[in-house]
């Protein structure tokens, strides 16, 4: 019973609405990255039968053609679903104090607002997809991008 080990696991999914619009920058190398953050509700029950709610503001970063897509269409408000994993960061502020924050690294994000194409406004059926997926934005970060955007996972060589 000893010999067990516990599975490694890191795996997040949240639905939300952005509070602000998307940022988008690049690295040095020019590798596309967005970050945002949703506010994700619960509502409950409280103990004199009353319904309350509690907001849960998430931080979110998307790479290469996730952070395009994320640019180009969403902007604050937007019902988004985010499927990722969990990933921490140190980085020392202007004041020189050391910061940690813990975000979701999205490997897809599933735009839940609908969208009229150009086509279908004239008539035609056109659906846009609304679900973008990651493309394995490790393989393009020089070591020099990692150690900047302060991701702790080595760059796959691959």
Known sequence: MADLKMPELNS???AGNLT???IFRQTTNGTPVVNFSIASNRRYRDSKDEWQEDVCYVGIVAWNKLAE????????????????E???R???????????????????????????SAASQQGEQHEEPSTFEDDSFEKHLSPEDTALLGDTSEPDKS
């Open 12 to 14: 997040v999914i949240i």
């Open 69 to 84: 897509s994320c640019r180009d269409k969403l902007k604050k408000g937007n019902a988004v679903l985010v499927e990722g």
């Open 90 to 116: 140190t980085f020392k502020t202007e004041k020189g104090d050391t910061k940690t924050i813990v975000e979701i690294k999205a490997r897809r994000i599933q735009f839940l607002n609908k969208r009229m």
């Open 86 to 88: 969990l990933q921490s």
């Open 20 to 22: 602000k619009d998307p």
